[in-house]
């Protein structure tokens, strides 16, 4: 077993960094403490806007502005990030009257986004506050204000933004999940903003996205002799085909596997028919059901393919184990 070295036994580096993360961390609980009704009334706000959320800040601000705006934009709230220099020069313009707009700032009086904020007022949006002063001119401004104040930055000269910038970030997230989950935004509702992730594909991409159809699927009647059945399955090259009625219902399967029991059991076999040899009543998918389900379906079965059925019981298609594992799921 490994053992968690002693802080004597710690490179110093090491053991600075151990002290800003603990540091760090400490403002977060501290931050986490003193969080009140206003925290509520801010995720109510923004759960009740019917236009954007607009985040806004300056510098590192802005920076964990921006990912507050795509961590919302992400978890089912429109969201955007607004530099206040360029607001000031025209970018307002995308500020409407039933946005919500999120104004960061360690200080409060960040010269370019307070310059903002008058005529944000005559816009009459809402605004909420995250800084870690109620009495500057950006507090005083808001409708609702979340403290995030720190006592000290990790910096060594208590300068550069560092807990600052981290008790901002926490609060972005905490106000986004909360947001989320007030919102009921679910797995799928994530998926559809993140297709090209492996949740985003387990939950969005159906077997009619990626099944073999029209002439790709091996089928044959039931009357088809062996030998028939036999280069169908070759010239499809599934290693099985379909077999059904005269109606085109699917009534059985036959496979590679069937084919190695048919042979080691000796006798003639070539001239028996494919309704004597199929295997009856298969496991078969619908069009629309999940990548994911069918995936499962396979793996629970321990069978490499199934034929896609339409709602009469027609074979309409086939999905191989391969084609589902090629998407990462």
């Not at 995720?43 to 990912?67: D, H, N, P, T």
């Not at 909420?128 to 950006?138: E, K, N, P, Y």
């Not at 006798?267 to 990548?291: C, F, H, I, N, W």
């Not at 034929?307 to 191989?320: A, F, L």
Request: aromatic share 4%.
């Amino acid at each position: 077993m490994e053992r968690t070295p002693s802080p004597d036994t710690l490179h110093p580096l090491t053991l600075k960094g151990k002290n800003i993360l603990l540091q760090e961390a400490e403002a977060i609980r501290t931050m986490a403490e003193r969080l009140e009704g206003s925290f509520a009334e801010a995720v109510g706000l923004l759960a009740g806007c019917r236009g954007k959320i607009i985040i806004s800040g300056m510098g590192k601000s802005g920076i964990i502005g921006q990912k507050m705006a795509a961590t919302m934009s992400s978890t089912g709230s429109t969201a955007v990030f607004l530099h206040p220099a360029e607001a000031a020069h025209g970018d307002l313009g995308i500020v409407q009257k039933e946005d919500v707009v999120i104004g960061l700032s360690k200080s409060g009086t960040t010269e370019e986004l307070n310059f903002i904020i008058p005529p944000l007022r005559q816009i009459g949006v809402k605004i909420i506050a995250m800084t870690g002063s109620r009495r500057s001119f950006l507090g005083e401004n808001a409708d609702i204000v979340l403290d995030t104040g720190i006592s000290e930055e990790a910096c060594p000269y208590d300068l550069a933004p560092t807990t600052s910038t981290t008790a901002m970030l926490a609060m972005g997230d905490a106000l986004a999940i909360a947001l989320m989950e007030e919102k009921r935004f679910t797995q799928r509702d994530f998926a559809l903003s993140h297709p090209k992730g492996a949740l985003g594909r387990r939950l969005t991409v159906r077997v009619r996205d990626i099944m073999a159809k029209e002439d790709a699927v091996p089928v044959v009647e039931e009357s088809a002799t062996l030998a028939e059945l036999i280069l169908e399955m070759t010239a499809k090259r599934y290693g099985v085909s379909a077999v059904v009625d005269k109606d085109g219902r699917l009534k059985g399967i036959f496979t590679d596997g069937d084919l190695r029991r048919l042979v080691q059991k000796g006798g003639e076999y070539l001239s028996l028919r494919a309704g004597e040899v199929m295997t009856p009543e298969p496991k078969t998918a619908g069009s629309d059901m999940l990548a994911k389900e069918c995936l499962d379906v396979l793996e629970t079965w321990r069978i490499t393919q199934l034929m896609v059925c339409d709602n009469d019981g027609r074979p309409v298609g086939i999905i191989h184990l391969h084609d589902l594992l090629t998407l990462g799921l």
